[in-house]
């Protein structure tokens, strides 16, 4: 009886000392353009930053004009040397409003969706 106490408390012991890992979602925390920001130059690439690296599979990132077209490039990339960022190129953008679609994957294997918008004034 004595042993089996001790083998628990030891056990016990140890899972208290381990270290938690806390696994979170992808947060958006930055993008160029910013969301809601009017810009007077039309971007060439769209750039999303998150507060965690996010998988390189199954990544997404869209642009759509206001009247339903996708204007991307459709060849989303991740930054070689920043796994928390993404990017897009886009073709000339004309005056009016876009919105940005996300998808991303979570290093805790969550996906993570979101859209915003920008406008290119004239």
């Known amino acids: 009886m004595r042993k089996s106490t001790s083998i628990i408390t030891l056990l016990l012991s140890a899972s208290l000392l381990s ?3 806390a696994q979170a979602h992808a947060i958006l925390v930055k993008s160029q353009p910013a969301k809601d920001e009017e810009v007077k130059v039309a971007p060439k690439q769209i750039d999303l930053w998150f507060n965690d690296p996010v998988r390189s599979q199954y990544k997404a990132l869209a642009v759509i004009d206001s ?3 996708r ?3 459709r060849d989303v990339e991740q930054a070689m040397t920043d796994g928390s960022h993404i990017y897009a190129t886009v073709s000339d953008l004309a005056p009016g409003t876009y919105t940005i679609r996300y998808r991303v994957v979570s290093q805790d294997t969550h996906i993570v969706t979101g859209k ?3 406008s290119v004034k004239p």
Do not use: A, L, Y
Request: hydrophobic share 40%; no cysteine.
């Open 116 to 118: 915003f918008q920008f």
């Open 19 to 21: 270290p938690i890992v």
């Open 71 to 73: 204007v991307d490039n």
């Open 67 to 69: 009247e339903g077209k």
